[in-house]
């Protein structure tokens, strides 16, 4: 049930008070200063390596254990 007192709004009028909502949050965001930004870079991309080390060494190891059981060539 939508309250009677509830006007209609033209989908341009919409659009701007969207965008005015979007611009009031994004003053409110606690944007990180660039040594923060720096080392959280450094910390996505040396998560990415370790991580993509490590699946490809279990993908090393299984695809030799298959070899040996004789699943594939």
């Keep these: 049930m ?4 509830k006007e209609k709004v033209s989908v341009l009028e919409g659009i701007k008070r ?5 611009a009031a949050e994004l003053k409110k965001v606690n944007w990180p200063s660039r040594q923060e930004l720096i080392t959280y870079t450094i910390v996505v991309i040396f998560t990415v390596f370790a ?4 699946i490809t060494v ?16």
């Design 51 to 54: 991580v993509s080390a490590i």
């Design 18 to 22: 969207s965008y005015r909502n979007m």
């Design 2 to 5: 939508q309250p009677a007192n």
């Design 58 to 73: 279990w993908d090393i190891l299984l695809a030799q254990l298959f070899k040996v059981l004789g699943f594939y060539r």
